[in-house]
């Protein structure tokens, strides 16, 4: 992906925040006291990057914006601290497929629904989400089938 992080082969990590409108993002990595903060290097087309050979998967981060406001990345694949948290760093790379074999169902028997989950349960959870999945299944079967 040209956005979030990228576990570097060699070690490290690159961070890339687009941000076309701000003139400055810094990096914060780790949390805490143990927290480091690192100016970003922006671009002609509003990308911010950097690379920080001292980070690694695990690592948690997020963006200083020039207000003071400090938000997760937009693009990261974990939040364990919720949507206003820091972010982690994930190696997709590292996660040892154990179904290597499947290749998915077949198109027509798809369906794709999109949801948001704040909005679909009371509860805003994916556990409550997964209490109301009849219900949603019943909407892909037409009352004349």
């Not at 690192?38 to 002609?44: G, L, N, T």
């Not at 996660?95 to 798809?110: I, K, N, Q, T, V």
Request: net charge negative; with cysteine.
């Amino acid at each position: 992906m040209p956005f979030g992080t990228d576990v570097l082969a060699g070690g490290g990590v690159g961070f890339a925040l687009w941000a076309p409108t701000l003139k400055a993002v810094v990096l914060e990595c780790g949390t805490g006291d143990n927290a480091v903060a690192q100016p970003m290097v922006r671009d002609a087309q509003g990308w911010h990057r950097l690379e920080v050979m001292t980070a690694r998967a695990g690592d948690r981060y997020r963006y200083r914006l020039p207000d003071g406001l400090r938000v997760p990345d937009p693009a990261s694949r974990f939040n364990p601290e919720d949507v206003h948290g820091a972010s982690e760093v994930v190696d997709p790379q590292a996660y040892a497929w154990h179904d290597d074999s499947w290749r998915g169902r077949p198109w027509h028997e798809a369906v794709i629904y999109e949801l948001h989950l704040g909005t679909f349960t009371p509860e805003g959870t994916y556990a409550a989400a997964q209490g109301r999945l009849a219900a949603l299944a019943e909407l892909a079967s037409p009352p004349w089938s």
